[in-house]
């Protein structure tokens, strides 16, 4: 049976607009041609030509005189433009474009009515002043007694009736002639009277205007008349007459199309009248079928109309809501379903019926007895009909899901469980496939629980490092006992491998099956690092991560073993940085700190297999060399420890040079156990410092001596700061002219109880190294200050004295507060204080020392650089510097008569310290050649066994007089 296409959607209001716009395009074209507007256009066209007509006319009236004023001519011009916009909108209903040549055209006219106006009023104007110049003139040279005011001229005549006739008839070829005799009059008038000669001179300025605008207004006048635009708008009015009829034309068929469209509309009508008597039979039995089919379902289905009375229930419906049959029909929804409650608070499907929403799914419905169960609800709005947007009503369909709701709790919770371990577990079936992992697991091992499924543990996680027995004793462990425990080495994701703590537990089935592994692990990492940590931080050197003397001492006692037992020979390397306690006191610990550690990094790279190098505190390094043949195996690898000291080592933006002294110990020759070897590695290290450091030395019975006699010296000496057994020695400074003592230098002498008189250069350094230089300065520029004080109360005539100041002294930031306390408590004058200092020392912090320096001299303290030449920045130094006077050094002096390098030496410092305003002091001047040679150089001050050696107090006031005179010397 042939059915109506489904009236539903868009697609059907689509057709009836389509019909709608045919019928209404036909019945536009069936009207589409005026008879009345026809009429309009014909009648405006006939009026604008005959205003046209007469416009021109009017110009030529207005050429001749007839017109005096334009206003027939703006009224014509006027009501042609307003003409022609009404014609425009007529034509343009049509879309014709056929009055835009007419228009342009019009303008063109309209533009030259404008000069038209404007060149005929300045020839009339001209006309006019012509014609009275030139009456009153000759009126006034016709005179009857021959007397008048105006000589009698016939160019005068002449010209009056040539501009008259050229006005009248005159031609362009009449021109030249008419212009030559305005000019002739013009220059005839020369020696006439003023105001006649004036007059004469404008009425031929006037004829000349006559001549300019004459030709012109009658070439705009012919333009003006001769213009195309009536033509042009009748041409157009023609062509929208052509188009009127093919309009006429046009409509006539599509009226008789509409009629026929008429006709297939009532057809189409009878028609689907007839099919929709054949659809309601259908829809009866198909009404039938449907109530079978809901019947059959075993799902509740309920129809509600739009009030939200129930206007269909099947029998599951009515089943499950404990209804008898027909029990739901005509019954509110809202009273069935949730009796005594407010639904749309309580239900998410009555707040869908009330908005008219569709709904997909959980609610709670109550049965008749009171009941309340759980059901998954689909429901949406019912449609009045195909295309009716209105709401006719609710249809929902329902499901008890209590079972499922029972059993989703028990897994939800199972879940919580499985998700919330902190442990990482995995589910994998009898075969050892995963079925499901837990986040622990992904947050472990990298693997998503889709990355997992389906594959075997093994397959994404083995490390490779435990080989198949290992495995084969798990699976045996979970077949016999059905679980097994251990640590296993498994592999990330991410390739990085990985220590854990794994469980595994075989599940079972109702026969005893194996149905499923659960493994619960825990990743171990951070413990074995930790322990690992530990056991570094128990054998290694946090700073520099070397070994530290514990692990160093372990590996000397098996390495001794071992060459006990194979009878060869090891070293043992014992380096120890050369002045780094001034790199800790000058830059810093924590440069230091990165000294160390760049020491220990270059060390390292000299290392061979087998060789441990371990800091055993402090600057103090170890080499531990397992293996060698000869004592020049060792040489080799300490040359090369050296050289790794040739570069500079860089410490934030300083770079500073290091190096290092090594003392080499080998066994069994230099002993048979650990602690001796390192003792005497020690002894020979300090032989290397003894001679000059950055060396290595291998140690000799005779070094241990020296060693032993260095500690019992050292000793001595912290005895004698506290004992009293330090003295000052006092040694002249004698100006070079004068002959007379400029000053003295303090010189420090040890009186050793059992070693006599110990001079400074065999315990001065000594105290460096052992810390003791401060208190023994400071005991020196104490005494030194009392006895120049005790001098001059004497009248003993010393100027100033001299103490030497060390290296150590100047890193002291209260350095200069504590000599200026001393002078105020010895009462001298602070410019009767000299401090010494070697050129080296200006080395170490050149900011603190300037700093001082400048504080010292300030309050008149003098300052004077000892041993000047022998350093390596001394021009640099002696202009940057406060400095009273520079000494120069014994080395230059003692060359001074056979070398001529040293004299120039000595001449340039000379030179170069007067002209920055110092003063000089030569030492060790023991001839009086020398004598001689430094006073022809203009040096200051001389000092040396030529004059005295250094004395006690007692014997500096027997240095009295001119030392000119020998007998004034001491014996030296």
Not at 403 to 418: D, S
Not at 816 to 821: M, S
Not at 836 to 847: G, K, V
Request: hydrophobic content about 45%; proline content about 4%.
């Amino acid at each position: 049976m042939t059915r109506l296409p489904s009236w539903k959607g868009a697609a059907p209001w689509l057709l009836v607009l389509i019909l709608t716009v045919i019928l209404v395009g036909l019945f536009q074209r069936s009207t589409g041609a005026d008879v009345a507007e026809q009429a309009r256009v014909e009648a405006l066209v006939h009026e604008i030509v005959a205003l046209d007509a007469r416009l021109n006319q009017d110009l030529l009236k207005l050429r001749h005189r007839q017109l005096q004023d334009y206003d027939a001519v703006a009224a014509a011009d006027e009501r042609i433009s307003a003409l022609l916009q009404r014609l425009q909108a007529e034509l343009q209903r049509h879309g014709s474009e056929a009055m835009t040549p007419v228009l342009a055209l019009w303008q063109e006219k309209r533009e030259g009515l404008e000069r038209f106006k404007q060149q005929n009023a300045l020839l009339r104007n001209s006309q006019d002043h012509f014609l009275n110049l030139s009456s009153q003139l000759l009126r006034a040279s016709d005179s009857p007694d021959g007397r008048g005011s105006v000589p009698h001229s016939a160019l005068l005549a002449t010209v009056g009736r040539e501009i008259m006739e050229f006005l009248i008839r005159g031609e362009a070829d009449d021109m030249p002639a008419v212009a030559a005799d305005l000019s002739a009059l013009q220059d005839q008038v020369v020696g006439w009277p003023l105001e006649v000669r004036r007059q004469v001179l404008l009425m031929t300025a006037h004829g000349q205007q006559v001549l300019r605008h004459r030709l012109d207004v009658e070439s705009l006048l012919n333009e003006l008349t001769g213009s195309p635009f009536a033509g042009s708008l009748e041409a157009s009015y023609r062509d929208y007459s052509e188009i009127y009829r093919q309009d006429l034309k046009q409509a006539e068929s599509y009226r008789l199309l509409l009629a026929l469209f008429a006709l297939f509309l009532i057809a189409t009508v009878v028609y689907i009248m007839v099919e929709l008597k054949k659809s309601a039979l259908e829809l009866g039995h198909s009404h039938a079928f449907l109530d079978n089919i809901a019947n059959t379902l075993a799902e509740g289905i309920l129809a509600l109309d739009r009030g939200g009375r129930i206007t269909f229930a099947n029998q599951r419906a009515e089943a499950l809501l404990g209804a008898a049959p027909g029990g739901l029909l005509g019954r509110d929804a809202a009273t069935v379903l949730w009796p005594g409650a407010a639904p749309a608070e309580v239900s998410g499907l009555a707040r869908a019926l009330a908005t008219g929403a569709v709904f997909e799914g959980e609610d709670d419905f109550v049965r008749s007895d009171g009941s309340a169960f759980p059901v998954a609800v689909l429901g949406a709005p019912l449609r009045g009909g195909e295309g009716d947007a209105d709401q006719a009503g609710y249809v929902a369909s329902f499901r008890d899901i209590s079972e499922i709701k029972q059993a989703e709790a028990r897994l939800h919770l199972a879940a919580r469980v499985f998700d919330s371990l902190g442990e990482a577990m995995v589910v994998t079936d009898a075969r050892g496939r995963i079925q499901s992992v837990n986040p622990a697991f992904s947050e472990v091992t990298g693997y998503s629980e889709a990355d997992a499924r389906g594959r075997a543990p093994g397959h994404i996680l083995a490390s490779g490092q435990h080989d198949p027995a290992f495995y084969a004793q798990m699976w045996q462990s979970l077949q016999e006992q059905g679980k097994w425990q251990g640590e296993v080495i498994n592999r990330r994701k991410s390739g990085e491998t990985y220590p854990e703590w794994l469980s595994i537990t075989a599940i079972k089935d109702g026969a005893g099956q194996v149905s499923q592994y659960v493994g619960l692990f825990t990743d171990i990492t951070d413990r074995k690092q930790a322990e690992a940590h530990i056991h570094h931080l128990a054998y290694h050197d946090p700073l520099t991560g070397l070994p530290n003397r514990r692990l160093f001492y372990d590996r000397l006692e098996n390495a001794l073993r071992q060459a006990h037992r194979s009878r060869r020979k090891l070293a043992v390397l014992l380096l120890d940085l050369d002045r780094f306690k001034a790199v800790n006191d000058t830059l810093g610990h924590d440069q230091g700190d990165l000294l160390l550690k760049e020491v220990g990094a270059r060390l390292s790279l000299c290392l061979r297999e087998g060789d441990t190098l371990a800091r055993l505190g402090g600057d103090e390094f170890v080499l531990l060399l397992p293996e060698v043949l000869s004592a020049e195996d060792a040489s080799i690898v300490a040359g090369k420890l050296l050289a790794q000291f040739d570069q500079p080592v860089r410490l934030g933006e300083r770079e500073i040079f290091a190096s290092t002294s090594i003392g080499i110990a080998l066994y069994p020759a230099d002993g048979e156990d650990g602690e001796s070897l390192l003792k005497h590695a020690d002894v020979a290290m300090y032989a290397a410092k003894d001679g000059g450091r950055a060396a290595y030395r291998f140690f000799i019975a005779s070094h241990n001596e020296r060693s032993l006699e260095r500690l019992e010296l050292e000793n001595d000496l912290r005895r004698a700061v506290e004992g009293e057994q330090l003295l000052l020695y006092y040694q002249p400074q004698i100006g070079a002219s004068s002959g007379r003592i400029a000053g003295v230098e303090a010189l420090v002498r040890w009186r050793h109880p059992t070693r006599g008189l110990v001079m400074p250069d065999s315990f001065i350094a000594l105290a460096e190294n052992a810390g003791l230089i401060d208190a023994i300065g400071h005991w020196c520029l104490v005494a030194a200050c009392r006895q120049l004080r005790a001098w001059q109360e004497q009248g003993v005539p010393v100027p100033r004295v001299a103490v030497n100041v060390s290296a150590r002294q100047l890193r002291r930031w209260d350095f200069a507060q504590e000599v200026l306390q001393v002078v105020t408590q010895s009462g001298i004058d602070p410019a009767g204080l000299e401090l010494e200092l070697t050129e080296s020392s200006l080395a170490d912090d050149p900011e603190q020392i300037l700093a001082i320096f400048s504080t010292l001299r300030q309050a008149g303290v003098r300052v004077s650089i000892d041993d000047f030449g022998t350093g390596y920045s001394s021009l640099s130094y002696l202009s940057r510097y406060p400095v009273d006077e520079v000494k120069i050094d014994r080395s230059f002096v003692s060359r001074l008569l056979d070398d001529r390098e040293a004299r120039s030496v000595v001449r340039a410092v000379i030179l170069l310290a007067h002209g920055l305003g110092m003063r000089t002091v030569a030492e060790g001047v023991e001839t009086e050649a020398q004598w001689q040679v430094l006073s022809d150089l203009d040096c200051d001050e001389l000092q040396g066994y030529l004059f005295s050696k250094p004395v006690p107090p007692h014997q500096i006031p027997l240095l009295k007089g001119d030392w000119q005179r020998s007998e004034n010397r001491l014996p030296v």
